[in-house]
């Protein structure tokens, strides 16, 4: 297979952008961002504070950080804090002053999605009541901007004191909007006139499809559609696809129409995200598996596609609060019913801190990012010419070149679709042209299934390499070498070429190459690789870094299983069954877990066996955690019910099953059962954290 990459560099100029309000250290112009006036990459993990404990924010932050994630991005949902016109409510997991002061300590710099209206799968897109009964919410209207007002008031004495240029470094107007930008614009006046200050004013870029020089606007892309409305396997989308197109045309295609962007309206604005979907959200009709290439695949194919501000949603998952019914439901008028409780949204760290293989393939490349090439962003994507716009056409291989114009650069392939099969792409020969020069790449095979990318022309050391065949991720100095970890390309022997001569790279031991050392980590290996202060680690478990320690949290060998039991009770008067939304007949368990877990242990993972399609779990009658089957497995950390473990050591789990029609008739990318409400308790392992 033949491909020609011809690139057209586009002049980066200031842009002359109004994104800010104050002075900083961030800054942007027509192709990157900047930081003290270097080029620099935003990695943005989304995580709710208030759908988090509070007593693990801290630890969880440094876990995001460890996966690479150098900013936090939260909503702040208006009903959470106003419910009440003129009561606020800041207290406990809604303390936005102590996440934020929090965010300051540890030096990891907030995006606040202040709204008002964030959707986030909350009730009425996280309106009061009172604003959604509202005729012309969400418009310039008198009586709506005063509402506003009171509550961003409200919410301004809270975060005010870091609203510094450094803690809180970006301020989203609004979500998802769909009337005229005016009304952004107003409501960006009006957050500046009470006090708000921000480096970064943003705003979604769809369904919009004309920016605005005055709110960045910032892309988004998931590896699956649960809202969408059949139940059916998704037709592929090029939703993994490398390409130039940066808005899809598919997200938040529940609530509207899409509009595709004009082409080239994007040309001469930097490329950022605020919903890169390295997981999806369940719905009750569409149950989509989040394996680890759909985990990553969104997030490396608009990496390649020049994206230089990452904005994942979610990076980490959370929990509703259980106080009131607070999810998007059929009830309340949205079209898709939402668990009560649960938001794991298959993210690369899970609701309960445990990271998931995808967070460990994107801490890969966030590495590449902040530790091998410092001014990635700096460098354009270049694209072949597609054989066509058919999403099922795998005749060619979807693939980019980000390089600069000089022709140092890096080559990227995916040959990934959920949903699709692609074959093998036998000897992959790529020409690529720049300011009058012509590259030719290795040839290369490329297997199905595969993402990855390397680098040409590049100079490491005294040593100009022709090209490298692994897939960079980190480098240091030591003993006057220039050391560099590479991970193995999957399916591809490692080699590179120096003046034209061609030699084997040795996986997981050293390559000295003059004054450079190489190590090649194979594919899987590298999945376990850390690099903490400039030096590797390969470690098992959730990785994070705390007061200079380092902190591997493993589920250990300690099954406690025989001292619970999980029991098949008669029925019980319990709250909320119509949320378990099946027609068919409930079961009940008792789950009799021993008095003192939780003082002997700091955390228990239950893994349960479970067919059925949906279940509730109550302490009493207060129903604490739920679950939409998605895998047949049903996953339960104890550490975050400790409240009511103390009070009852004894929990009931209700079921309920799968049937073939109604409601209940669900899409299941991992089928379950008709008719089941088997429940087993498979293991309950003690969760253990050690220093390194």
């Not at 800054?27 to 006036?37: E, I, R, V």
């Not at 480096?199 to 605005?212: G, I, R």
């Not at 490298?468 to 590179?496: H, M, N, R, S, W």
Request: hydrophobic residues 35%; neutral net charge; contains cysteine.
């Amino acid at each position: 297979m033949n491909i020609e990459i011809k690139a057209s560099p586009k002049e980066v100029k200031d842009g002359h952008f109004d994104y800010s309000n104050m002075e900083s250290e961030y800054g942007c112009n027509t192709l990157y961002f900047t930081k003290n006036g270097k080029p620099y990459s935003i990695i943005a993990g989304e995580l709710h504070f208030a759908r988090l404990p509070k007593e693990r924010w801290k630890e969880t932050l440094l876990k995001m950080r460890e996966c690479g994630v150098n900013t936090v991005s939260t909503y702040v949902f208006w009903n959470y804090h106003e419910e009440i016109k003129g009561q606020f409510d800041f207290s406990g997991n809604k303390d936005i002053a102590g996440f934020l002061k929090l965010c300051k300590e540890i030096d990891m710099p907030c995006i606040l999605r202040i709204g008002p209206w964030c959707h986030a799968e909350v009730v009425y897109g996280d309106f009061p009541k009172r604003i959604n009964k509202m005729k012309k919410k969400r418009t310039d209207a008198p009586e709506y901007l005063a509402e506003v007002k009171e509550y961003w008031q409200g919410l301004y004495k809270e975060v005010a004191p870091y609203l510094d240029g450094k803690t809180v470094i970006g301020i989203q107007i609004e979500n998802e909007y769909t009337g005229p930008i005016q009304h952004l614009l107003t409501l960006k006046k009006l957050a500046q006139e009470i006090g708000y200050k921000a480096p970064f004013f943003t705003m979604t870029a769809w369904p919009l499809s004309k920016p605005d020089h005055r709110l960045l606007p910032l892309a988004g892309g998931y590896p699956d559609g649960p809202w969408n409305g059949g139940k059916k396997e998704l037709k592929p989308n090029n939703r993994f696809a490398i390409t130039p197109a940066r808005t899809e045309d598919e997200i938040g295609g529940d609530l509207f129409k899409s509009q595709k962007a004009e082409s080239g309206v994007f040309d001469y604005i930097p490329y950022g995200t605020c919903e890169t979907g390295p997981g999806n959200q369940v719905t009750q009709h569409r149950r989509p598996f989040i394996s680890e290439k759909d985990g990553y695949g969104v997030s490396f194919a608009k990496f390649a596609s020049g994206m230089n501000w990452i904005g994942y949603y979610m990076f980490c998952g959370g929990a509703n609060p259980n106080d009131r019914l607070l999810q998007e439901s059929k009830l309340t008028g949205y079209p898709n019913d939402y668990p009560i409780i649960d938001y794991d949204f298959q993210a690369p760290i899970s609701r309960y801190g445990a990271c998931r293989a995808h967070g460990d393939r994107l801490r890969l490349m966030h590495l590449f990012i902040s530790d091998f090439d410092t001014e990635i962003s700096t460098k354009q994507a270049y694209f072949p010419k597609w054989n066509s716009t058919d999403p099922k056409d795998i005749s060619f291989l979807k693939c980019s070149v980000r390089a600069d114009n000089d022709g140092s650069g890096y080559f990227f392939a995916g040959a990934y679709e959920k949903g699709l099969k692609y074959n093998d792409f036998k000897d992959v020969q790529v020409v690529f042209s720049i300011q009058g020069k012509t590259i030719n790449l290795p040839s290369i095979d490329v297997k199905a299934g595969a993402l990855f990318f390397y680098p040409f022309n590049i100079q490491l050391g005294s040593v100009q390499f022709d090209y490298i065949l692994a897939q960079p991720v980190a480098k240091t100095q030591k003993d006057g070498k220039t050391v560099c970890y590479f991970a193995q390309c999957e399916g591809i022997e490692p080699k590179c070429s120096i003046n034209g001569t061609v030699q084997a790279l040795a996986l997981d031991e050293a390559n000295i190459l003059d004054d450079v050392m190489i190590y090649v980590i194979s594919y899987e290996e590298a999945k376990r690789f850390h690099f903490i202060d400039g030096k590797p680690y390969f470690l098992d478990g959730t990785v994070y870094c705390d007061s200079g320690k380092i902190l591997c949290e493993q589920v250990s060998n300690v099954d406690l299983k025989n001292e619970i039991t999980l029991t098949q009770t008669g029925k019980r008067k319990l709250p909320y069954n119509h949320y378990l939304l099946s027609t068919g007949k409930r079961c009940y368990y008792e789950l009799k877990l021993p008095e003192n877990i939780l003082k002997k242990h700091k955390d228990v993972v239950l893994e349960f066996d479970f067919e059925g399609l949906n279940l509730q779990v109550f302490s009493r009658n207060q129903i604490i955690n739920d679950y939409f089957n998605i895998d047949r497995k049903f996953i339960m950390n104890l550490r975050d019910y400790k409240e009511y473990l103390e009070k009852d050591s004894t929990l009931i789990i209700r079921t309920a099953p799968k049937t073939k029609f109604g409601v209940s008739n669900v899409y299941n990318e991992i089928e379950i059962p008709l008719h089941s409400n088997a429940l087993s308790l498979a293991s309950a392992k003690v969760i253990k954290t050690g220093e390194v």
